[in-house]
């Protein structure tokens, strides 16, 4: 009497006269008979030949069915040889890997690394400490300890050692340059961007530690509060989409306007076609205009409205009537002189703005005045009235009498009341607009999100590396993970924090059996599956491996 039945898919091979092997699929049955004590095979459906299209994808139709009827957790219930030994999240990994893919990013290190001959596979390398910058940052040790060999899996990533890690950091900033800009062309390319319009802006990143050094851990201007800490400054151009195209590292007293010079010498070489550098105020000097124009370059800066200056003097002072050109947007047009040497200028204001600007300056004054009421009490040196002078909140709005007294500055009240809600924008580009040159520089903003996003997602600071190479391949690392994260933003219409909330629910479990090991894929939610159709990136297989 059969008793014991067992379904699998049979692969029979037929060698041709012509020496050439061809596979057969087959649905099979096998059947224990235990009176004779044998097994027979049934065929119970034929498939065709491997190399039938039609045949192997109605095999993977049959494969889909049953695994939707299934999942990782029923095999231990159905089957007691099956146990579950551990379920980690593959979402993420699975997305960025097709991103590194997509991007062509993996065939370009590949490609530097060939005639190096190295010990190791330093596209990998580079690849798990990318997948760690995005999904947990930490030091490189946490992603050799923690990702590599407990919590992530990565293909090929297995025989990685900590010194590759460190080891890849040095080929890879070795490789910078030509990296950097082959990965631009590729994803213009790919992406079809728009690169008429970069975007600059720097910013500081501290060290948690006391020490400077003769390079680049230097004090100086810090943008985040961490004056007490050594820095360094870092610019980054982005495209008007937010992906970034270059970065620099500039030692942590260098002041902002005397960055602008090499970032233009560096772009020339990158054909970025009709390129207009937009910069903020901190940029501007005579000699950065200056520098930007030669060569018929083009440029948006914002002005500084410092009382005394041109700006101050005549362009906001001149009467004119603004019209809207967007959502809380006026602007009105200013030329200063004539001829070549002529100046064009856009004032341009935000009513919202201005209202909010207002009503802060207010609460400020009334904090002030409060301070100063309480401060008639004690003398005019006293530790209180030093920390209003220091404090940057109500120092502007303060002026000290030739006796030592605080009173408030109604002249600086004033002087602010004239800029609530407004900047001007300069441009040498006379083929633009009003609004173009308003609309254009708002668009910086992008290079604002690209600094959030390196500061909080990727936790870029504070770095805690101290050699120079290694500080410069950390930022060239932090950079290239903020290009995947931005790719996967631009995508989706959202930020990567909503979409790694959706993807990171695909797990990758691993079952044990009385055959060995098997590495399976949960099915992807309707929201995970949802961020994949918009990446244009296909779901993960459902077997990963097996061992």
């Known amino acids: 009497m059969a008793s014991i039945r067992y379904m699998f898919l049979r692969v029979t091979r037929q060698k041709l006269a012509s020496g050439k092997t061809i596979a057969h699929y087959q649905l099979a049955e096998s059947v224990w008979d235990r009176e004779k004590r044998q097994s027979r095979v049934n065929i119970l459906y034929n498939f065709g030949r491997a190399d039938n299209a039609k045949a192997v994808e109605e095999l993977r139709k049959l494969a889909r069915s049953i695994i939707r009827l299934t999942s990782p957790d029923d095999i231990p219930a159905d089957h007691p040889d099956w146990t579950v030994v551990d379920a980690t999240e593959y979402g993420g990994i699975h997305v960025l890997e097709q991103l590194w893919s997509k991007l062509g990013i993996d065939k370009i290190i590949r490609t530097q690394a060939e005639p190096l001959k190295l010990a190791f596979d330093l596209e990998r390398a580079v690849f798990a400490m990318e997948a760690n910058r995005v999904l947990a940052p930490a030091s490189k040790l946490y992603c050799f300890e923690q990702c590599l060999q407990e919590d992530i899996y990565i293909e090929g990533a297995s025989s990685l050692s900590l010194y590759h890690l460190y080891r890849a950091m040095d080929v890879l900033l070795a490789h910078k340059d030509a990296i950097e800009e082959k990965i631009y062309f590729q994803v213009t390319d790919l992406l079809n961007l728009d690169v008429d319009l970069i975007f600059y802006d720097t910013t500081s990143l501290h060290f948690e530690t006391d020490k400077e050094d003769i390079t680049l851990r230097k004090r100086g201007h810090s943008k985040n509060g961490r004056s007490d800490a050594p820095q360094i400054v870092v610019g980054m151009a982005v495209t008007r989409d937010g992906l970034p195209v270059r970065h620099w590292i ?18 020339c070489g990158w054909r970025l076609g009709r390129c207009l550098f937009v910069g903020d105020a901190g940029m501007v000097s005579a000699e950065n205009l200056r520098s930007l124009a030669l060569g018929g370059g083009r440029y948006i800066t914002s002005m500084p409205a410092r009382h005394g200056g041109e700006v101050a003097r005549e362009v906001l002072a001149r009467p004119g009537r603004y019209h809207a050109v967007a959502d809380n947007m006026l602007v009105k047009e200013v030329t200063i002189g004539d001829g070549e040497r002529r100046r064009r200028y856009v004032v341009c204001h935000n009513p919202d703005e201005e209202s909010r600007q207002r009503k802060h300056r207010e609460q400020v004054i009334q904090e002030l005045k409060a301070e100063l009421a309480s401060l008639k009490q004690e003398g005019n040196h006293s530790k209180r009235t030093c920390q209003l002078i220091a404090k940057q909140r109500y120092s502007r709005y303060l002026r000290q009498t030739k006796t030592g007294k605080l009173r408030i500055n109604q002249a600086a009240i004033r002087e602010a009341e004239k800029l609530d809600g407004r900047f001007v924008v300069h441009s040498n580009d006379d083929t633009l607009s009003a609004e173009d040159m308003a609309l254009g520089y708002k668009q910086l903003m992008r290079v604002e999100q690209a600094w959030r996003t390196l500061k909080s997602s990727l936790r870029v600071r504070p770095v805690h590396h101290w050699t120079e190479h290694r500080i410069r391949a950390h930022i060239f690392i932090s950079v290239l993970s903020l290009l995947l994260v931005r790719v ?38 309707k929201e995970a599956l949802n961020r994949l159709k918009n990446m244009e990136i296909s779901k993960p297989q459902t077997i990963i491996k097996t061992g």
């Open 250 to 267: 500039f030692p942590g007293n260098t002041v902002d306007v005397t960055t602008v010079q090499q970032v233009k010498e560096d772009l």
């Open 488 to 525: 996967a933003e631009r995508a989706c219409g959202d930020t990567w924090r909503n979409i790694h909330n959706d993807i990171k629910r695909i797990k990758l479990v691993q079952l044990s059996g009385p055959h060995g090991m098997v590495w399976q894929t949960t099915a992807p939610r």
